[in-house]
């Protein structure tokens, strides 16, 4: 990570490449990511068996909880997850620190 | 107690409660010019904007709620809950010493807004304080 790599302000989501693998949740130390998904069959013609994907269906981060640690960046194996250098995010309401992956997605355009 | 270096017009009084590292946030922007120290009692129709940055622990309510207290005798204030900590405890959440967050902890007042970060930039801090002040109350 070079030093003008944006850090400790916003985290961006990158959904396509999510595969929901439950490492960025298991290490965060602040328990502030959540994430749901399923499981689904896909059958390709030729192969003997379905393969099974997960698909994301939620994917959450409490901005109201985060320390900023980058933990989850630095431990997702598939490059989901990166940091983007925009601060401004406050809330009105406390949930309203809790940002969805599409409020998460919508930052990973902008920035480096 | 600080004034808003942007906004020199408005009467508006920024206090920190300062209770941790977050604190350190709220003197570099007045380090940085963006917040002045103000020395002047505040008036009757002056407007507080209380910063609340830091971790509250289950001992410093009390002082904090006294502290809110002492400005609202003096006219309306603004919560502004700065940082995680504030917010629901940060990396603390857990520790049963901790308040997590300060969303109830003024009976009957309500929180006008929360800044993410742990801690937030002081520019954080400035942004928000301009918006309170451009929203809320008439220059
Ligand atoms: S930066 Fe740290 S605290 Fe924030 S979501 Fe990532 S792992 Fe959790
Ligand atoms: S570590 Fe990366 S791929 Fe795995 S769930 Fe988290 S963001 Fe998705
Ligand atoms: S939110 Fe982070 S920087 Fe602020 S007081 Fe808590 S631990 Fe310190």
């Avoid at chain 1, 192969?47 to 960046?73: H, K, Q, S, W």
């Avoid at chain 2, 830091?54 to 709620?65: D, F, Q, R």
């Amino acid at each position: 990570m070079s030093d003008s790599t944006p850090q400790r302000n916003v985290i961006a989501l990158l959904p396509e490449a999510c595969t929901s693998c439950m490492v960025c949740v298991r290490e965060c130390p602040s328990w502030c990511i959540s994430l749901e998904s399923h499981v689904e069959a896909v059958s390709e013609e030729g192969a003997r068996r379905p393969r099974t994907v997960n698909v994301l269906d939620e994917f959450t981060i409490d901005y109201g909880l985060c320390m900023y640690c980058g933990i989850c960046i630095e431990t997702c194996p598939f490059d989901a997850l990166a940091w983007r250098d925009s601060f401004d995010y406050s809330s009105g309401d406390r949930q309203g620190l809790r940002q969805d992956a599409v409020d998460l997605s919508r930052w990973w355009p902008t920035g480096s | 107690m600080w004034r808003l270096a942007s906004r020199p017009d408005v009467a508006v009084d920024v206090a920190s409660a300062g209770l941790a590292c977050c604190s350190l946030e709220v003197e570099a922007a007045g380090q940085r010019g963006l917040l002045v120290a103000s020395e002047t009692v505040p008036q009757a129709a002056a407007v507080t904007v209380l910063v609340v940055a830091g971790t509250v622990t289950t001992a410093v309510e009390p002082a904090l709620v006294r502290l809110f207290d002492e400005h609202a005798q003096h006219g309306p204030v603004i919560i502004v809950s700065f940082g995680a900590c504030a917010t629901s405890g940060g990396p603390y959440w857990d520790a049963p010493t901790v308040r997590p967050g300060i969303e109830a902890l003024f009976p009957g007042q309500e929180i006008a807004s929360y800044v993410p970060g742990c801690p937030p930039r002081p520019e954080a801090l400035v942004v928000e304080l301009e918006r309170l002040v451009d929203s809320r109350i008439p220059a």
